[in-house]
């Protein structure tokens, strides 16, 4: 695998406006979630939150499709196109998911030791150290690939 080749399709022009749009989706995604959330409380009102400090934290779901990339080549290299797209879109979803859980566990443990976490998973059955739910793997896998997509670059 030629490195030097991959990396230069990575186009890093587009990561500041790729940062901006995951960050400001998965800020309105978290919205949706916690507003959910409240119907099972009977809160008809479907208030929503998030913190500030979730858009560099989702900004950072932007590297996400160049590591997909990066991983692909290493996997199969000049061999993309005979991948079918169902198959690719399984192994980035699960690539994503697992790469979701690491940010989240690294940066909950940082914004743990400063005391200023905006996320609590203590008392879920399926929380690692409070800091992400396992149960939240199909948000992740989904989200990841969302990502993706609004991160592609298209028509060029």
């Excluded at 399709?9 to 998965?26: A, E, Q, S, V």
């Excluded at 913190?51 to 590591?67: E, K, T």
């Excluded at 905006?118 to 739910?133: A, E, F, H, K, M």
């Amino acid at each position: 695998m030629n490195l030097m080749k991959t990396l230069s399709h990575l186009n890093l022009k587009d990561l500041p406006m790729n940062f901006c749009r995951c960050g400001i989706t998965g800020w309105c995604l978290e919205v949706i979630f916690t507003s959910t959330e409240s119907i099972l409380r009977h809160d008809w009102r479907l208030m929503g939150q998030t913190s500030l400090l979730m858009f560099p934290i989702y900004g950072c779901g932007a590297l996400l499709g160049p590591i997909g990339n990066l991983i692909d080549q290493w996997l199969n290299p000049g061999q993309l196109m005979r991948t079918r797209p169902a198959d690719l879109a399984i192994r980035h979803g699960f690539i994503y998911m697992v790469l979701i859980f690491v940010a989240e566990y690294l940066f909950g443990t940082i914004l743990n030791i400063t005391g200023i976490c905006p996320w609590d998973y203590t008392g879920r059955s399926t929380n690692i150290n409070g800091l992400i739910r396992l149960d939240f793997a199909p948000l992740w896998f989904a989200t990841g690939l969302l990502f993706e997509q609004i991160t592609k670059k298209r028509g060029r």
